[in-house]
C-alpha cells in the first residue's frame, strides 16, 4: 500500500507525554509490517537542557531536525518526528516538506498542564526547573485553521492510547468520521478574505517603496504589524511580486491554510514572500 501521508509531527510541553506516543505509534504501524522511522533528541544527538539554553542553541537545533527530516522523509514509509516543535512556524516548515514531496502530514498534540509534566520530570529530571517552567510559556498551540496542522490529533496524559484507528486512517489517506480527536474549524469569512487582500497589498506596497532607490536589504515594517520588520535582500520586480500574491492567495484559499486574522495573514504573507524569494 503506497502511504501517502509519511509525516506524523508530534508536539507539546516537555514530559507532556510525546515520546511515549510517538514509541506507541512507531510499534503499532511496525506490527503491520509497514516501514516506519522516528527522529528525536536522542538519535539526532541533541542534549535536551542544551538545545533550549538560548535562542542561538535553540536554532542550530531547530536546523539539525529539519535537515533530518527533508533527509529522512519518503512517499513509501512514515516518519516521526517526535519532539517539541512548539513554534508554528516550524510545523509549517516541516509540512512545507512533506507537501514539496508531493504529500501531507498530521500534528499529534500531546497536551498536559503544567503540574502534570512537573510530576513527570520529577521521576528522572530530564529538564532544569527553569526550562521546564519556560517553555510552555512559549508553546504556540496547534490550531486545525491551519492547513498545515490537519488533521490535528489531541492526547492527554489520561487517554489510554492513542487514536491508532483514526491515525492509520489518515496515514492511508482515508477519510476521517468527526470525533473529539479530529475536530474541523469553520473556514475564514468573506470579509476575513477581503482584508487578508488588503493587507497583502500593503505589503507588497511598502516592499515597493523600500526598494525604489534599485538596491535590496533596506529594513521595512510590517503594515498593521506594529514595530515588526523584515528586510528583503534583493530587489522584487513587481511581476513577480504579484505571482508571490496570487500564489498565496491561492494557499489560504483552495489550500485551506487559513489565518486566524488579518494580523495573522500578514506574518504569513512575509514569511511566505521572503521563502518564495530566496527560492528564486
Given amino acids: 500500500t503506497l502511504l501517502r501521508m509519511p509525516l506524523v509531527i508530534f508536539c507539546g510541553f516537555p514530559c507532556s507525554g510525546k515520546t511515549t506516543r510517538a514509541t506507541q505509534l512507531l510499534e503499532h504501524i511496525r506490527s503491520q509490517g509497514r516501514t516506519v522511522a522516528i527522529l528525536n533528541n536522542e538519535n539526532l544527538g541533541i542534549n535536551r537542557n542544551e538545545s533550549y539554553k538560548n535562542s542561538q542553541n535553540e536554532k542550530v537545533s531547530r536546523g539539525s531536525l529539519k535537515a533530518a527530516v527533508d533527509r529522512s522523509i519518503t512517499k513509501d514509509g512514515v516518519l516521526i518526528v517526535d519532539d517539541l516543535n ?112 488588503q493587507i497583502t497589498t500593503q505589503i507588497l506596497a511598502a516592499v515597493q517603496k523600500a526598494q525604489t532607490n534599485g538596491v535590496g536589504g533596506e529594513k521595512i515594517t510590517v503594515p498593521g504589524g506594529g514595530k515588526k520588520t523584515f528586510v528583503v535582500n534583493r530587489v522584487v520586480p513587481v511581476g513577480e511580486q504579484r505571482r508571490i500574491k496570487r500564489q498565496f492567495m491561492k494557499v489560504v484559499t483552495d489550500d485551506g491554510q487559513t489565518p486566524a486574522s488579518a494580523a495573522h495573514a500578514a506574518e504569513m504573507f512575509v514569511d511566505f514572500f521572503l521563502r518564495q524569494v530566496a527560492a528564486e
Fill in 86 to 197: 512548539y513554534i508554528k512556524g516550524f510545523r509549517y516548515e516541516l509540512y512545507c516538506i512533506a507537501r514539496a514531496l508531493g504529500t501531507t502530514c498530521s500534528t499529534v498534540h500531546c497536551d498536559a498542564s503544567p503540574e502534570q509534566i512537573a510530576e513527570f520530570n520529577a521521576k528522572d529530571m530530564r529538564y532544569t526547573a527553569e526550562i521546564l517552567e519556560e517553555l510552555p510559556r512559549r508553546f504556540e498551540t496547534p490550531n486545525d485553521r491551519n492547513r498545515w496542522e490537519r488533521p490535528l490529533f489531541v492526547v492527554r496524559p489520561e487517554d489510554e492510547g492513542l487514536p491508532l484507528e483514526d491515525l492509520m486512517a489518515a496515514i492511508d489517506g482515508r477519510g476521517l468520521a468527526p470525533n473529539l480527536a479530529t475536530v474541523t474549524q469553520p473556514v475564514a469569512e468573506n470579509n476575513l478574505l477581503h482584508e487578508i487582500d
